[in-house]
């Protein structure tokens, strides 16, 4: 490019100072072709090769035109500025590209490893899982890990997007790229540098701005007739004013040649990845991961959300609130049973007993020959006798006796939203024969999830609905609380799937859940989105699009990121469009030089892509 450039003014001077000697600058000229022509020959040659046309070759042949008509100026002036635009938009795409492989900088080089009793400086590479690394404060942490000694203040916005700094002690998890800010800590290294978190974001990210969206995958197909279509157009231009008008040749060829230049796609082409690429780039620096242009392209036109209850709309932190035994049991010994037969659970609501149970010093029974029925509770033999520890439809279904006291108590922790664990004793024939007493649990509603409902109706979301494998009434308590419009409970996993398929038949659906027990219904939906998914290996998987915090910030930003990459496209396919119109019309009309031409193509393509650009830096303040 630059090589071509001094080939024109080098000519431009040797035809005023030298009028006479027309070797000496046909010499120039054809160095100015050569230089700034090459790569576009090279181009447009491999892509005839495999039968397809593109807008390499129509520069190239445009400046051909025109030295052919005299103008070698202009041929060489279209073949700089051509070159320049693909300068600035491979800089401009670049720069959309790069922008989340500048987090790998944050993570030091080398770190200090255990080793026996001594601290021991090591390439990062060079460590395994099960080494224990110390850091000191204000240094980047260069791999994922547990913390194992130490307390300290750990800034994790370079991989969740949270500015607010997280407090960090012995068994929290340590993420490669965060900065560590107050204390020194050890930890024990869980992933290799290959595969730690920050990595396994950069790689994301990459697969995603390789993957096209539908808009940009047509353009792409279309440029290939668009292109032959404009040298046929072009062909008709040189040859019916010509020889049916009696036009001279020169001035419908040189018509004909800036009709080439300014009716070539390269706008158009460009303005979709310009767009994606910058939307992909400043999302993931925002913590919030599209795995392609695709999915980001389909956000914008959702109209349900479906949110899971636990984890997602809740705290995803349940705590044990009330523990009513029945039958003559106390609540130490409801509790034993209710710990020994969640012991081995993997459910939250298990979790939250388990805990309770540890507050209050009470140990778990001992259980044999537990087993867990998915959705429905889990059975063991305590003390020779089968017990069971359920949801309360698992308990009406196996015909247990909750009228009275029981069933007084059922209701009335429900209507206050809380989630009920009912522990019971099998008879002999295989009935749940009696309740020995309910646990009731509460999971708070995230604080900022009513504003999150509020910002994603003014976004345009139609129907905002929640599926929970909890009692009816249990969710529409969490419902109100957050302004949710549809409940659907009692969901099992299989029937999450099914709902979000009925739902798809009403509109397009996005499913928010934690990636990992709503994997298949995240699947079924247009989108599936899994959140809080910092380190989380089923979440990267699963999800369409991945929010590595549990901020619900971050979910109006990625539907709002949707809208406003949609609306960015729109403008540069209307403004590349507008500008090919415009300028083909004027040369047809008024007849506008080739300089000219020239300029305003390629000044478009530019444009488009600082506008694309732009995304870069979007902020969502909803």
């Not at 003014?9 to 010499?27: C, F, I, K, N, T």
């Not at 090459?38 to 445009?62: I, N, T």
């Not at 770190?111 to 690394?133: F, M, N």
């Not at 939250?348 to 087993?371: H, M, N, T, W, Y």
Request: glycine fraction near 12%; charge should be neutral; hydrophobic fraction near 45%.
């Amino acid at each position: 490019m630059l090589g071509c450039g001094l080939c024109l003014v080098a000519g431009v001077v040797a035809e005023r100072m030298w009028p006479g000697m027309e070797l000496l600058s046909q010499l120039i000229w054809l160095l100015a072709y050569l230089t700034g022509g090459y790569f576009g020959v090279v181009s447009g040659f491999h892509s005839l090769r495999k039968g397809k046309v593109d807008v390499d070759l129509l520069m190239v042949l445009a400046a051909l035109g025109a030295a052919y008509v005299g103008a070698p100026f202009e041929g060489g002036l279209l073949l700089f500025l051509f070159a320049l635009s693909n300068v600035l938009q491979s800089h401009a795409l670049g720069r959309s590209r790069t922008a989340i492989q500048s987090l790998m900088r944050l993570r030091p080089e080398a770190v200090r490893v255990l080793e026996g009793d001594q601290w021991r400086t090591r390439a990062v590479e060079d460590v395994q899982p099960g080494e224990v690394v110390r850091v000191v404060p204000g240094e980047s942490i260069a791999l994922d890990g547990v913390v194992t000694d130490g307390a300290s203040a750990v800034d994790e916005s370079s991989v969740t997007g949270e500015s607010m700094p997280v407090a960090k002690q012995v068994g929290d998890k340590m993420f490669a790229g965060t900065l560590n800010q107050s204390g020194s800590l050890e930890f024990r290294v869980t992933r290799p540098a290959s595969d730690s978190t920050l990595a396994r974001i950069v790689r994301l990210v990459e697969e995603a701005q390789a993957e096209k969206a539908n808009t940009q995958r047509f353009l792409e197909k279309a440029e290939q007739h668009y292109a032959l279509g404009v040298i046929l157009f072009t062909v008709g231009l040189i040859v019916v004013p010509w020889r049916f008008f009696g036009e001279g040749f020169d001035v419908s060829f040189y018509r004909a040649m800036t009709v080439m230049v300014v009716a070539s796609p390269c706008a158009l082409i460009i303005s979709t990845p310009a767009a994606f690429l910058s939307a992909i780039g400043g999302a993931a620096r925002n913590g919030v991961l599209f795995k392609g242009g695709a999915h980001l392209e389909t956000m914008a036109s959702i109209d349900i959300v479906a949110f899971d209850k636990t984890g997602t709309l809740t705290q995803g932190n349940p705590r044990v609130t009330d523990v009513l035994p029945t039958n003559g049991l106390n609540e130490e010994e409801l509790l034993s049973i209710a710990a020994s037969l969640e012991e081995r659970s993997e459910h939250p609501l298990g979790k939250a007993v388990i805990e309770a149970a540890k507050e209050r010093g009470v140990s778990p029974a001992d259980a044999r020959g537990f087993q867990s029925i998915p959705g429905k509770g889990v059975m063991a033999a305590i003390n020779g006798e089968k017990m069971v520890a359920g949801s309360l439809d698992f308990f009406q279904s196996g015909q247990a006796p909750l009228d009275g006291e029981v069933g007084r108590h059922a209701e009335r922790l429900q209507t206050h939203g809380r989630s009920l664990i009912l522990i019971g004793r099998y008879t002999e024939d295989g009935r749940i024969g009696k309740v020995l007493g309910i646990i009731g649990i509460s999971d708070k509603v995230r604080p900022d999830a009513k504003g999150l409902i509020h910002s994603l109706k003014c976004l345009g979301i139609k129907r905002v609905v929640m599926l929970t494998g909890d009692h009816l009434t249990v969710g529409r308590a969490i419902a109100a609380e957050a302004g949710i419009d549809e409940v659907y409970a009692l969901l099992l996993p299989e029937d999450k799937v099914r709902v979000v398929k009925e739902l798809a038949e009403q509109g397009r659906v996005a499913m928010v859940g934690d990636g990992v027990n709503d994997a298949p219904a995240l699947a079924s939906a247009r989108v599936g989105i899994a959140m809080g998914a910092a380190g989380t290996d089923v979440a990267m998987e699963v999800a369409d699009v991945v929010l590595m915090s549990e901020n619900l910030h971050q979910l109006a930003y990625a539907f709002a990121l949707g809208k406003k990459t949609r609306r960015i496209v729109a403008q540069n396919l209307v403004f590349a469009l507008s500008v090919i119109v415009i300028l083909v019309v004027s040369t047809l009309t008024i007849g506008i030089p080739l300089p000219l031409g020239v300029v305003g193509h390629e000044g478009s393509t530019v444009l488009v892509c600082l506008n694309g650009l732009r995304l870069l830096g979007f902020r969502w303040k909803g």
